[in-house]
């Protein structure tokens, strides 16, 4: 009797052990293996589940080495794994609401990582990569995981000098106001008999203007993954208005935009280099200096957008800084009141050129 007691204890014990057995990994596929990719889980954390039940994510496996991140209601850990030992790189708070869908973004630079919950960035640093390139995700009790992928991405690349036919937009969408492409010899009074010699007078003949009309002038370009890059334009801003290019284009009504008055305007907004988040309809201004421009005269506008925030320079001189801002990515656009040439034949480059952060921004 006492002998098949304890079997069938025994046999309750085996039950309950593959009851609770570990959940199993869930491949992610092969792609960690890219210099540059964004890893995305869309999570549901259950309302009342336990703070210490982990969701793993396993990047980069490879024969000896890979990264390896995990995340509770309570905290973030980044690991680095070496020949089965463990190298703690940072645990930090993660801000978990249970109950509340969220999303997990690991981004990977080459050696640079970024974690993020949303849009709140948890961590970013180097981190040592692993040796291979398959992934994949582990979800504790209570984890669920709607969505997970992995995105190999291209280093951002974007440039337009406007030499194509009128009826071109390029790559750029048109959200507001009037745009059109003007050459150096639409105001020519000589005809354009003389334009192959005028040519000689300017690095670039040819722009893309704007003008307001109902609203401010906007046109986009790029995509919500663009990330790390420096946006720079050649401008010639107007007698009054304003010019402004923006950066970290989520959508057509978030962005951050820097905007800049003339040095004559004695109104409440200007003489001022700003930058500003705009969120449906509405501005709040996050950074801003006195100094604006002086009419008809051309300038390199250049805004960086980083991991650690966003940088305005004027002529290669910085302006304005502002850390951890809100959205971190996203595509550019032009945003402006009134915006024309110069005199056409003085008329220097006019382009905007969008290019993977130069090390020379880097502090």
């Known amino acids: 009797m006492t002998r098949g007691i304890s079997i069938i204890f025994i046999f309750l014990i085996l039950l309950a052990a593959g009851c609770y057995a570990a959940p199993a990994a ?14 995305r889980l869309e999570l549901t954390p259950a309302m009342g589940m336990a703070a210490d039940s982990p969701l793993t994510v396993t990047l980069e496996i490879g024969a000896k080495r890979n990264t390896r991140l995990t995340l509770t209601t309570r905290l973030l850990t980044v690991e680095s794994i070496t020949g089965g030992t463990s190298h703690r790189v940072a645990q930090v708070e993660s801000g978990v609401t249970p109950g509340a869908a969220c999303r997990l973004t690991v ?13 709140r960035m948890l961590f970013h640093g180097d981190v040592p990569r692993g040796d291979g390139g398959k992934a994949e995700y582990t979800a504790g009790a209570g984890w669920g995981v709607v969505e997970a992928r992995v995105q190999p991405r291209e280093a951002v690349v974007f440039a337009d000098n406007f030499m194509r036919t009128a009826e071109e937009n390029g790559d750029w969408t048109i959200r507001g106001g009037a745009w059109a492409l ?3 010899w639409d105001r020519d009074p000589k005809g354009g008999s003389l334009k192959f010699q005028n040519a000689r007078f300017a690095q670039n003949p040819f722009a893309w203007v704007g003008r307001a ?34 950066v970290n284009v989520a959508a057509p009504d978030r962005y951050l935009l820097v905007r800049w008055t003339p040095a004559p305007d004695r109104g409440p907004d200007g ?9 449906g309809g509405k501005r709040t201004v996050l950074a801003s200096a006195r100094g604006g421009y002086l009419p008809r005269q051309w300038y390199r506008l250049s805004v960086v957008s980083s991991p650690d925030g966003v940088r305005v320079l004027i002529d290669g001189r910085e302006r304005l800084v502002a850390d951890d801002v809100i959205p971190r990515r996203g595509g550019v656009a032009a945003s402006l009141k009134w915006w024309k040439l110069c005199e056409p034949l003085r008329a220097p480059e ?4 969008v290019t993977r952060r130069s090390p020379s921004f880097v502090h």
């Open 26 to 39: 869930q491949e992610l596929g092969d792609a960690t293996d890219a210099e540059r990719y964004d890893c």
């Open 107 to 119: 981004l990977r630079r080459e050696g640079w990582l970024g974690v993020m919950l949303d849009e």
């Open 182 to 184: 003007q050459s150096a």
């Open 213 to 246: 009309t109902d609203g401010p002038a906007l046109c986009l370009a790029g995509q919500p993954f663009w990330d790390d890059y420096t946006f720079s334009v050649a401008v010639c801003p107007p007698d009054d208005g304003a010019v402004g290019v923006a």
């Open 271 to 279: 003489d001022t280099l700003s930058l500003a988040r705009v969120e």
């Open 350 to 353: 006019l382009s905007f050129a």
